[in-house]
């Protein structure tokens, strides 16, 4: 028995029909959940960005400098991870209900 090939079994449930469902609440557009991440996502991009320039400019020796670079740029690297989870989802045209908007939302987000 190949155990790479073989499908693995999965029982959602006693009677193994069909898997569990979103709540209602999450599957509903809220603009204002939307606008928060987008807004949450330019932050974790900007801020740490901007942290660690200012950091590179002081007047902090080399050997303080490296560790906090390197946490600031992970924050900000988090940030254009959010940034292009939000444009791939307007290349699906999930950001709103019509498509010539998702796309254009698409556009001005994606980094």
Request: a neutral charge; charged letters at 10%; glycine letters at 4%.
């Given at each position: ?13 006693k009677n193994n029909s069909r898997p569990p469902r979103l ?33 590179w400019q002081s007047t902090l020796s080399i050997p303080a ?28 045209l999930n950001l709103h209900q019509t498509n010539i908007s ?10």
């Amino acid at each position: 028995m190949n155990t790479l090939t073989e499908p693995i079994p999965v029982n959602f449930s006693k009677n193994n029909s069909r898997p569990p469902r979103l709540p209602k609440e999450l599957e509903q557009l809220s603009y204002a959940k939307a606008l928060g991440f987008i807004l949450f996502s330019i932050s974790m991009l900007v801020i740490p960005a901007v942290l660690s320039y200012e950091t590179w400019q002081s007047t902090l020796s080399i050997p303080a400098k490296i560790p906090l670079m390197f946490v600031l740029l992970f924050l900000s690297q988090q940030g254009f991870h959010l940034m292009a989870w939000i444009g791939h989802e307007g290349f699906h045209l999930n950001l709103h209900q019509t498509n010539i908007s998702a796309f254009t939302l698409e556009c001005f987000l994606h980094p």
